[in-house]
């Protein structure tokens, strides 16, 4: 298995929405909406999502986002998993058309500095990148693409800068995946999270 990244240009609409805090105070609170992935496409690093496997992993990702855990980086990190201290956004919908195409809200979390650098592009009229972080195998198609298998797991979304270089994140993409790693990964996704994947594994049959 592999850290793979799936880098998108994300096109968003900002939708600023008056929500009430813990503390009972009035704030803003700044959402992104637009296109995070697309399957059965290939990307820059010549990789295919195909639209069975990516669709399983957006079933999946439901209950994170229900939980309230589907956080987000700004920047991939050099964690297989997500780390509270780069966290800069919250996944709040992520849906699949008929088309492949996958569409997804997130509310970005005022954390310095993470969140608030996020506000301050977002409010320049700045580019942001979308990249998706998962572990899993691909394997070559007769076209010299790599597909990923079914063994893929999602991890996150997070926020990036379009590389110059395609790959060059400052994690490594598509380096292979340790024994430490795993244990991330492992303590990343609960008991309650794996028995949930099965479940869905099932309703597909």
Known sequence: M?????????????????????????????????????????????????????????????????????????????SSVIEF?????????????????????????????????VIKLVEAGMTIGISSRGVGSTERDPNGYNVVQNDFQLICWDLVTEPSTPGAFVMKEGREITSLDLKEINSFFNKSDRIDRVLNDILLW
């Not at 999946?60 to 986002?65: A, E, R, V």
């Open 85 to 117: 201290q780069t966290v800069s956004h919250a996944m709040t919908e992520v849906y699949m058309d008929d088309k492949g195409i996958v569409f997804g809200t997130l509310k970005i979390l005022p954390l310095d500095p993470h969140g608030t650098n």
């Open 2 to 78: 592999k850290l793979l990244d799936e880098y998108n240009r994300f096109d968003y609409k900002v939708e600023v929405i008056k929500e009430i805090t813990t503390t009972g105070k009035e704030s803003d609170a700044v959402y992104l909406k637009g296109i995070i992935q697309r399957a059965d496409t290939v990307n820059q690093n010549g990789r295919i999502y195909p639209k069975d496997i990516l669709e399983k992993e957006v079933r999946n990702y439901q209950k994170l986002i229900r939980e309230k855990r589907a956080y987000g980086s700004l920047d991939h990190t050099d």
